[in-house]
């Protein structure tokens, strides 16, 4: 179940929101399962005293944990809170740290060379960074 929750303003007088999913489950055609829970929270930074949406900026912490298809628990947290600017299709700033069997993955959003562009740098459990294009914000889970 998804719960979204708003919290009224925080000490910098920002509108805040908390994401939380229970219980989250995904079955595919050759009956593997993912299930997932995730505890975010999602804070304006600017927009919020406009009717302009184009104008809006989030910024996003926290964490989820989770099985996968093969069965491997997961863990995920947001090492360095995630900014997306509603006029951008990508996470513009920000870190994930994804770690599955004692192995460990980021995921660094801040590498492009602009501020919205699909390109975000992989490290890899042995140290080796990748560039990646990432998908759009709202094919995230």
Known sequence: MRTITYKGKNDKGYPYF???LANGKITYPN???VTWSN???RTQITGFNTKIRLD???VITGSGKGV???GNA???TITEPLMRNANCRWFERGAVQITVNNKTWTIDYDNGPGLCDPIA???LPNGE???IYARPWWKRG
């Open 129 to 131: 960074q990748k560039t």
């Open 121 to 123: 740098t992989v490290t």
């Open 74 to 76: 997961f863990t995920k």
């Open 31 to 33: 009956g593997k399962v």
């Open 18 to 20: 908390t994401w939380q």
């Open 39 to 41: 505890d975010y929270t």
């Open 68 to 70: 996968n298809r093969n």
């Open 56 to 58: 809006d900026v989030f």
